[in-house]
């Protein structure tokens, strides 16, 4: 069995006591106390009983303690993966955007997701989802737009006709009158 790791001397069971008794973290309070443990010259066992734990982990206690103090106790959020593209590449993909697709090179007229997706695995090499691509667009300020849907042969005049039709018969004139008083 190898030997314990031996906590840091700037610290005693009395100092961790008060700490945890300060903390407003319930996780760290537990750790601090189970460090305490050690500190009174109880066993590592006693410590992971004390703390809820196995001892591998008691052992991960110290070495976040030794390392950073009472501090090193705390949960700390998780780096999460990291981004598929960089900062030149959304440079890149945001001047692609804004030029807009050349139909000769590119062999579309418009970008949709899936052309981008495209367009990113020709020029870096990357892959990237549809949807994290999507992601990637609105964080840049970019949103999805799209032409309102228009008839070929629609006709301008009739359609103000209709407008004005449907206004007289409903008794609107287009003005908002205000509310009436009871």
Not at 55 to 82: H, M
Not at 166 to 174: A, H, T, V, Y
Request: proline letters at 4%.
């Amino acid at each position: 069995m190898a030997a314990a790791i031996v906590l840091r001397a700037d610290y005693g069971a009395g100092d961790l006591r008060r700490l945890a008794k300060a903390s407003r973290d319930a996780r760290q309070t537990r750790r601090l106390l189970g460090l305490a443990v050690i500190y009174d010259g109880g066993a590592r066992t006693e410590a992971a009983r004390v703390g809820g734990v196995t001892l591998q982990i008691v052992r991960d206690w110290v070495l976040r303690f030794n390392a950073e103090g009472p501090a090193g106790l705390i949960d700390r959020k998780a780096p999460g993966k990291a981004a598929l593209l960089q900062a030149e590449h959304r440079a890149a993909l945001a001047a692609a955007v804004e030029a807009g697709p050349k139909p000769y090179l590119d062999g579309v007229v418009r970008w949709r997701l899936v052309d981008l997706v495209q367009w990113v695995w020709d020029c870096f090499g990357v892959s990237v989802s549809r949807q994290t691509l999507g992601r990637e667009l609105r964080t840049m300020g970019y949103a999805k737009l799209s032409a309102r849907p228009r008839h070929y042969a629609q006709d301008p005049e009739a359609a103000d006709q209709f407008k004005k039709a449907s206004r007289m018969r409903s008794g609107r004139s287009g003005r908002v009158s205000p509310p009436a008083r009871a």
